[in-house]
């Protein structure tokens, strides 16, 4: 029974490239989260998903950035012409309700922008 | 504004003994409180959660107690190991908010063995 899985683990882009971030939530769990965590601080929400379906999209930076969860295949985190405040660690977490606390979270994918 | 507050950046302890992680949060609408754990290079782990209907919850070494009147909350390790060395991170869900957690920016535990 897998976890919750990302890639890459790592990922290093130049400023104005264009970062892709996958998840792919656990089986039987249609719930998708995204969170950054900036250096030294604590996890932010960004977006919430199911199939198809942008829940809550709040935390999400009104621009470069877009999430989606399509039908078939992982959850899909981009950013578009990546800046240095982009680096951050992304985690992406996976439940089978919105209840709260069903969360399983994934290693996370470390983005440094260069 | 930082609506969870987790104002001790550490926290060091020796094996065996109790170790007290203190949180403290502004928004009233929260009502659903959890913490986890997080080692170097991997997601948070979750420890373990209190409804805003109880005042403490249990589960083996780990107690967490909520007070409501003074929005704070406590995460108890007794007794501490070594393996419990890792950033415990206080997160807060508001009802009907989809589930979303706010979050503490961590305490880092070290447990001196």
């Known amino acids: 029974n897998a976890g919750v899985m990302q890639n890459p683990r790592h990922l290093v882009r130049r400023r104005g490239q264009e970062a892709r971030l996958r998840c792919s939530p656990m089986?039987?769990?249609?719930?998708v989260y995204w969170y950054r965590q900036l250096p030294e601080e604590g996890l932010k929400f960004m977006v919430y998903?199911?199939?198809?379906?942008?829940?809550?999209e709040s935390g999400m930076p009104k621009e470069r950035f877009s999430a989606e969860f399509p039908k078939e295949g992982p959850s899909i985190l981009r950013i578009q012409q990546v800046v240095r405040g982009d680096s951050a660690a992304y985690f992406c977490?996976?439940?089978?309700?919105?209840?709260?606390?069903?969360?399983?979270f994934g290693s996370g994918t470390r983005l440094t922008v260069v | 504004d930082q609506q969870v507050k987790q104002n001790s950046p550490s926290l060091s302890v020796q094996e065996g003994r109790i170790s007290i992680l203190n949180c403290d949060y502004t928004?009233?609408?929260?009502?659903?409180f959890l913490w986890y754990k997080k080692y170097p290079a991997e997601g948070p782990t979750f420890l373990i959660s209190?409804?805003?209907?109880?005042d403490k919850n249990e589960d083996g070494r780990f107690t967490v107690f909520l007070n409501k009147s003074a929005k704070h909350l406590s995460l108890h390790i007794v007794p501490s190991q070594p393996g419990d060395s890792a950033v415990y991170f206080c997160?807060?869900?508001?009802?009907?908010?989809?589930?979303?957690?706010?979050f503490g920016k961590g305490i880092t535990l070290s447990v001196r063995p």
């Open positions: 977490a996976s439940s089978p309700s919105d209840r709260p606390g069903g969360y399983t």
């Open positions: 089986k039987g769990h249609s719930h």
């Open positions: 998903l199911q199939k198809e379906n942008i829940i809550d």
């Open positions: 928004n009233s609408m929260f009502d659903y």
């Open positions: 209190i409804s805003s209907i109880k």
């Open positions: 997160a807060a869900s508001e009802e009907g908010a989809n589930s979303k957690l706010t």
